[in-house]
């Protein structure tokens, strides 16, 4: 991991309380996979987490949301940013030749962008991306997605199909053979598609959103549980979202 000062290209509103920052990186991006995150300065404020939403060369690019005074300070600076990482486990992506679902609920797109980039040229995807309304899903438009299959869900209607993600799931379920399932969005969404993915006898990697205070495996902020094996007992033992995850298998998760 690294502490970089790094350049700002451009800190941009996407839609109502959601930017997308992009950072130029000297060293860290060489090392970065996607799902995993970095501790972003704030002045005044304690780091925040952010996913990693896509590293192209010595570009690094952040989609988050503002929710409080720290994120809120985060999309006021323009010029440099310190940043510590990359930070925690990332996704699988060493796949070739199969059928893969993407699974994201609002701000759980956030890892999707990179992962997408780096799976499409040797996979079939298909991306589920939901959200409230059509300014919940806007940062698609900044997405390549013409080799892949793209759905959108809200809940207003305002845009794609009327439904939720977790529903479009089970639809393509039922006409589709996937390999294996990506997701990252709400908890209650999660353990949806959670849930669908193991009745159906399909790996899972899901990437879980959790409030962290270090980032760096130096607290236990960030705990949840998860199975310590899979036999009859299933022994339980405690994670640390940070240092464990964000990306666990799904099958070790106590939902």
């Known amino acids: 991991m690294f502490l970089e000062e790094c350049e700002i290209i451009e800190n941009i509103k996407i839609s109502e309380d959601k930017y997308l920052l992009k950072v130029k990186s000297e060293k860290s991006y060489k090392y970065t996979k996607a799902g995993q995150f970095f501790m972003l300065e704030c002045k005044k404020y304690l780091r925040r987490p952010i996913s990693v939403h896509n590293a192209d060369k010595n ?24 940043i510590h990482g990359p930070l925690g486990n990332g996704f699988e992506t060493h796949i070739k030749n199969k059928n893969l679902l993407l699974v994201a609920g609002g701000m759980g797109i956030a890892p999707f ?23 919940a899903i806007k940062i698609i438009e900044y997405f390549d997605t013409k080799n892949i299959k793209l759905y959108i869900t809200t809940d207003d209607g305002s845009i794609g199909d009327k439904c939720n993600s977790v529903d479009k799931t089970k639809e393509l379920l039922k006409e589709n053979n996937f390999y294996l399932i990506y997701t990252c969005g ?13 009745e159906n006898n399909i790996k899972c990697f899901a990437s879980m959103e959790q409030r962290m205070a270090c980032g760096v495996n130096a607290c236990l902020g960030c705990n949840i549980e998860i199975f310590d094996n899979l036999d009859k007992e299933k022994k339980i033992k405690n994670a640390k979202v940070c240092h464990d995850g964000p990306v666990f298998d799904a099958k070790y998760l106590v939902i």
Do not use: C, H, R
């Open 59 to 82: 570009i690094l690019e952040f989609y988050y949301q503002v929710k409080g005074d720290g994120t809120k300070n985060l999309s006021e600076i323009s010029e440099i940013v310190n």
């Open 186 to 198: 709400p908890e209650i969404m999660m353990k949806g598609i959670i849930k669908l993915a193991l």
């Open 113 to 135: 962008k990179f992962l997408i980039n780096k799976l499409k040229e040797k996979n079939n995807i298909t991306l589920i991306f939901g959200g409230a309304s059509e300014s």
